[in-house]
């Protein structure tokens, strides 16, 4: 079956632009979490969707970002006036939403570029 | 706060060879324990997945034992094959009620043939 799919897979902006990622979860999956990998890092925890709202957005870096999932299912990542540090992939998981025991399954992720 | 720290950050290892990658983590308080592997350009896969409960799983040539009291886990990859190179990262789910996970840098992986 599909898998969880985020676009763009690549985005270069510049200093102070605005940028969406989309995420497209696994159908059926109501908890999704947006994760942001800077180059040899893990993954950091930014935000976590259970169904349409924000269960803990305690890893958002500042109010420059901030997530959305209108309807419980696909869900964006919005970021203003992008900074150079801003630059990493950013991870896109979804899972059922059982509780802890879930397994996340991640996307390919969309490599974000601020020149 | 929950730390997970990787050693070692990269490892090169003739074709056919066993390896051990190790993981620790600084609060013992966790639910599981996963072991994923990244891919160049790709998303994150899972590879095995230790409940809090248990001491080890295995999958194939893949190996991951967990000892929660003393903060360590190590995955053991058993006749190691270039197609097991690759970024493995380790990660836990806190000893709370977040679901987030917390990973390691992870360990850059290269199998020479």
Avoid: M
């Amino acid at each position: 079956g599909a898998g969880v799919s985020q676009t763009p897979s690549n985005k270069v902006t510049e200093k102070g632009k605005y940028v969406e990622l989309r995420c497209d979860p696994i159908s059926g999956h109501t908890a999704l979490y947006w994760y942001r990998q800077s180059l040899g890092q893990g993954p950091e925890f930014l935000i976590y969707f259970q169904g349409t709202g924000a269960a803990d957005d305690s890893g958002l870096p500042n109010d420059r970002f901030f997530a959305v999932r209108p309807e419980g299912s696909v869900s964006t990542l919005k970021i203003q006036r992008t900074e150079r540090g801003d630059s990493a992939v950013y991870l896109c998981a979804s899972s059922l939403g059982q509780g802890i025991t879930d397994t996340q399954y991640f996307g390919p992720g969309t490599r974000l570029t601020v020149l | 706060k929950q730390e997970v720290t990787q050693i070692p950050a990269a490892l090169s290892v003739p074709e056919g060879e066993n390896l051990v990658l190790n993981c620790s983590f600084t609060d013992s308080a966790i639910y599981n324990l996963q072991w994923f592997r990244q891919d160049p350009g790709k998303g994150l896969t899972s590879l095995l997945l230790i409940q809090s409960s248990q001491r080890e799983q295995t999958s194939g040539r893949l190996n991951a034992s967990l000892d929660k009291s003393s903060g360590r886990s190590t995955l053991y990859i058993a006749a190691s094959q270039p197609g097991d190179s690759a970024t493995y990262l380790c990660a836990v789910r806190p000893g709370n009620r977040d679901d987030k996970i917390i990973f390691g840098k992870g360990t850059r992986l290269h199998i020479l043939p």
